[in-house]
């Protein structure tokens, strides 16, 4: 049996700049809306709603995503 790589399903997203738990995130998609550079996607599913890091490159640290989420699920990374 082949086995499956399902790395990119982990609940914890990053870029270098950023750290995310898509599990608390409550899919209000302020971040999505305030990323000048479009890092963030949306996973949209009936039960299953929150953001993911579609362009991990292109973030330039501007932290604009941090002061979107008032909820705490993105935070300024250790650099």
């Not at 609940?11 to 890092?39: D, L």
Request: with cysteine; hydrophobic share 35%; net charge positive.
């Amino acid at each position: 049996m082949r086995q499956r790589n399902f790395k990119h399903r982990s609940k914890e997203i990053q870029t270098k700049y950023i750290h995310a738990t898509g599990k608390h995130c409550e899919a209000c998609w302020k971040c999505v809306e305030a990323c000048p550079q479009g890092v963030f996607g949306k996973v949209g599913f009936l039960f299953h709603k929150h953001i993911i890091i579609v362009q991990p490159d292109a973030c330039t640290g501007c932290l604009k995503c941090v002061t979107a989420c008032k909820y705490g699920v993105i935070v300024k990374g250790n650099l």
